[in-house]
């Protein structure tokens, strides 16, 4: 098939089924004809057509469509790209509104565990139950086990300090070669004959590690805006709850508030706890956080939030100061994800900042490197 068949095929499944008269396939045509078919399974849904429509008289006198959710999954698989299929699939659930892609479990197991659909799960879990709902928390495991194998490594290199350079490690790694210690140590292996230093022993610096704990509450903002920040913060919490030199507090708000601290080492049963949406109470949820604080001088308080306060901006900076005041370290976040593309309340932000807090828009390792500056 040439370039311009190949060409005129893709401008046919783009202008669909209508523009059959005018415009055929050529080549494959069954293979761009089932394409077609399964675009227009989801993309017909624009002109207010129902799910299962059935197919207009097609060239060859096709039958009529016999696709269903599941089947029309099995099929897009097949026939397009992954990342072609992932923009389906969100189409499919954002766009419209195809819930069965997370209440029927034949369709729920076909599909590609991603950040994507994590986010989707998270929005709609409220209408899961049984094996439906058991098998949305092993997608949401997969993916929060893949994200905090991806910012563990890094998060860890932040937290854990500068060198120690009193102290040898037995971890081999070329930024902490300590030169000079294996030179001393090696100089009885000179080679007179060959005129060069003969290396038996290799000697590395080792990381210090603080043990004197400090406490972080992390207060995150469940409102829809910030998913991914929320996601994130999960993971985060789970990292940080590993290290023993951070007693870690997790409390997530909206109106109300909800103290996860319990969970905080779960990722998954803290993303399966949130209740996305409705109004927002930084000020109450600050409030919160501020009776979590026995040691202030070792307490760091990361508000991580858009900063659009709806019970009343007075109260946010008076119970914030009131926490600068304590000794305590006030950070607030407005984004925190891999990206952290901020959108935020800039009046709210500059008037936090001029009382002290820390304010900017963070990914979780450039959290991680604020962290272990201060500890």
């Not at 209440?103 to 197991?109: C, G, I, Q, R, S």
């Not at 870690?248 to 109300?256: A, G």
Request: aromatic residues 8%; hydrophobic residues 40%; proline residues 3%.
């Amino acid at each position: 098939m040439t370039d311009e068949q190949e060409l005129l095929n893709r401008w046919r499944l783009i202008l669909g089924k209508y523009a059959a008269q005018q415009l055929s396939f050529s080549g494959n045509t069954l293979h761009y004809m089932d394409m077609e078919e399964a675009l227009d399974f989801l993309y017909s849904r624009e002109y207010g057509e129902e799910q299962g429509i059935r197919q207009e008289d097609r060239a060859g006198g096709r039958e009529d469509s016999k696709l269903t959710v599941p089947s029309w999954l099995q099929k897009v698989k097949k026939l397009f790209p992954k990342q072609t299929v992932e923009v389906m699939e969100r189409h499919a659930l954002e766009k419209y509104n195809m819930t069965e892609l997370l209440t029927d479990p034949e369709v729920l197991k076909k599909l590609e565990p991603n950040r994507e659909l994590l986010k989707t799960i998270l929005t709609l879990k409220h209408m899961m139950k049984g094996k439906v709902l058991n098998m949305a928390k092993e997608i949401v495991k997969k993916v929060a086990e893949e994200l905090t194998k991806k910012m563990e490594q890094e998060m860890k290199r932040s937290l854990f300090g500068k060198l120690d350079r009193t102290t040898s490690s037995p971890v081999p790694s070329a930024r902490n070669l300590d030169m000079k210690k294996t030179i001393r140590q090696n100089l009885k292996n000179y080679d007179t004959e060959q005129e060069r230093l003969v290396l038996k022993q290799v000697y590395f610096h080792s990381r210090m590690k603080r043990y004197n704990s400090w406490r972080v509450i992390l207060c995150v903002d469940e409102s829809g805006s910030m998913l991914d920040s929320v996601i994130h913060s999960a993971v985060m919490a789970g990292i940080f709850a590993r290290l023993p030199m951070l007693d870690v507090k997790l409390v997530i708000f909206d109106t109300h508030v909800v103290d996860l601290s319990g969970y905080v080492e779960d990722p998954v049963e803290t993303l399966m706890s949130i209740q996305l949406g409705g109004g927002t109470n930084i000020a109450g949820a600050l409030s919160y956080c501020e009776r979590l604080i026995d040691f202030p001088y070792r307490t760091m308080v990361i508000l991580i939030s858009d900063l659009y306060e709806g019970g009343g901006y007075q109260n946010l900076y008076s119970i914030s100061k009131g926490i600068i005041e304590s000794g305590a370290k006030l950070i607030a976040l407005t984004a925190l994800d891999m990206e952290a593309n901020p959108c935020y309340d800039r009046n709210a932000a500059a008037r936090l900042a001029a009382l002290g807090a820390h304010v900017g828009a963070m990914t979780p390792e450039e959290l991680a490197e604020w962290i272990g500056k201060i500890i």
